[in-house]
């Protein structure tokens, strides 16, 4: 099995998800470009989902690795 790689803080995969949607309802409604509401829910959704299922995920593999 190959070792498990944990990483923390701005490395992580979840940050870099959220850290973007956060850029991206900020930079919403600019002279670049503008996302109807119901997308950015979306997004936020999946980003949601996924930073909960890497945490679910990454809760798991910690305790198996005290066992």
Known sequence: M???VT??????SEFIGFAGL???ILANG???FT????MI?????VATAYGAGR????T???KKAEE
Request: without cysteine; glycine residues 10%; aromatic residues 10%.
């Open 60 to 62: 798991s593999i910690a």
């Open 55 to 58: 945490t679910v995920l990454k």
């Open 7 to 12: 990483r923390g803080g701005l490395k992580t």
């Open 2 to 4: 190959n070792p498990t």
């Open 35 to 38: 996302i109807e509401e119901s």
């Open 41 to 45: 829910t979306l997004y936020a959704g």
């Open 30 to 32: 600019s002279d670049f």
């Open 22 to 24: 956060f850029i991206l």
